[in-house]
């Protein structure tokens, strides 16, 4: 079983800047493929970055140039930058590892942009 742990959420104006660690458990974390969803107050969960063993990455839309997904094996983690933040942001951040024994999420971390 692969445990997650989401940090780094919070409260920031719009414009402002956060970013999210995801940690994992286990040994196996390199050859997890990665992603960050969020899920809005009566939305359903959605991709928002993701980025494969080997590194590569893809964004939704709606945050392309302003989002940065990367990866840390060493540490175990990975990283969601989010810059240019808007209020349409705001939703809980999930970590997401896909593994061979399926997938595992994090509890969530809120996000809000408000001012």
């Known amino acids: 079983q692969v445990q997650l742990v989401e940090s780094g959420g919070g409260l920031v104006q719009p414009g402002g800047s956060l970013r999210l660690s995801c940690a994992a458990s286990?040994?196996?974390?390199?050859?997890?493929?990665m992603g960050w969803y969020r899920q809005g107050r009566g939305e359903q969960r959605v991709l928002v970055a993701s980025i494969s063993s080997g590194g590569s990455t893809n964004y939704a839309d709606s945050v392309k140039g302003r989002f940065t997904i990367s990866r840390d094996n060493a540490k175990n983690t990975v990283y969601l930058q989010m810059n240019s933040l808007k209020p349409e942001d705001t939703a809980v951040y999930y970590c997401?590892?896909?593994?061979?024994?399926?997938?595992?999420w994090g509890q969530g971390t809120q996000v809000t942009v408000s001012s």
């Open positions: 997401n590892a896909k593994t061979f024994l399926g997938d595992y």
């Open positions: 286990g040994s196996m974390f390199r050859f997890y493929d």
